[in-house]
């Protein structure tokens, strides 16, 4: 690992080992931040930690549940300790259980709520402290278009909805203290966990990815690179007046 200067500053983003977040971690250490590569399994981070090693940056593997209060608060302290206080905080960590509401178990129910917006809560609360005793702190949560409502996705686009409203909440709540706090909701993006949607669909990924770039009108799917770009933006010095914000990132109007 290089040294870190001291006018870095550390981020954290949850769901890092691949995806949204493994591009949105090696955008923020491309943007000069050092980076916490947070997801559940520590060893399933390297890839990420390495990917920015070799362009010059530094990053720590962090091995958390964020839906786990221990969890999310040793993880935090870890950074904490090791990296320096978190200053941005992005909540991506997701997981998906989709089913009609007939179908849905109340277990599936309550473990999607509980990765994305229970999690976002607990790291939110844990990296607050650091940010209000700094007078500065960005936090961008991750929601999705889902939030406007999606055919068997009632744990799902009741958890993104919420992150929206926990997103204006602590934007008001957190506002006074330097801390930014606002919303990216991605359309359909390139991920495994669109992968693994196809899949259940029992169609190819190709053809997955044409019928949604169809209805799309930059008539194309996303790119994890569309959305880091999204939280770049958020998280700089600059767009410290931008607050409370919902960003649909779809390729064309939402919301
Ligand atoms: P992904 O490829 O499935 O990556 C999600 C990551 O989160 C995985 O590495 C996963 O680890 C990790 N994770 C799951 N549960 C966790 C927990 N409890 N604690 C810590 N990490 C956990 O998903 P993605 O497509 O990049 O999506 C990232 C975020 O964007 C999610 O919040 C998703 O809802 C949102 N989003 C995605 C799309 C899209 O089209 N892809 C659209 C809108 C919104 P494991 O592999 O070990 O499960």
């Not at 993880?75 to 941005?88: H, I, K, M, S």
């Not at 999690?119 to 844990?126: D, E, N, Q, W, Y």
């Not at 009632?154 to 602590?170: D, F």
């Not at 190709?206 to 939280?231: H, L, M, N, W």
Request: net charge negative; charged share 20%; hydrophobic share 45%.
């Amino acid at each position: 690992m290089s040294e870190t200067s001291s006018d870095q500053k550390v981020a954290v983003v949850t769901g890092a080992a691949r995806g949204i977040g493994a591009a949105t971690a090696a955008r923020l250490a491309r943007d000069g931040f050092v980076v916490a590569v947070l997801d559940l399994d520590e060893a399933a981070c390297a890839r990420t930690v390495e990917g920015i090693e070799k362009e010059g940056g530094r990053a720590l593997a962090v091995g958390c549940d964020v839906s786990d209060s221990g969890q999310a608060e040793a993880g935090v302290a870890r950074v904490a300790a090791e990296l320096g206080a978190p200053a941005v905080l992005v909540n991506n960590a997701g997981i998906l259980r989709d089913n009609l509401i007939f179908k849905m178990t109340p277990q599936d129910f309550d473990s999607v709520i509980g990765v994305h917006l229970r999690g976002a809560f607990l790291m939110a609360k844990a990296c607050q402290t650091h940010m209000v005793a700094a007078g500065w702190g960005r936090i961008v949560n991750m929601s999705s278009s889902a939030a406007l409502g999606n055919r068997g996705q009632s744990n799902y686009s009741s958890a993104k909805a919420g992150l929206q409203a926990l997103t204006k909440t602590l934007a008001i709540e957190l506002g006074p203290f330097g801390v930014t706090v606002n919303c990216v909701a991605p359309g359909f993006i390139a991920t495994e966990m669109t992968e693994a949607t196809a899949e259940r669909m029992g169609i190819t990924f190709e053809e997955f990815t044409d019928r949604y770039a169809k209805s799309i009108p930059v008539r194309r799917g996303g790119r994890p690179e569309d959305i880091a770009q999204a939280v770049s933006f958020f998280v700089r010095e600059e767009a410290g007046f931008v607050s409370g914000q919902i960003l649909y990132v779809a390729g064309g109007p939402k919301g």
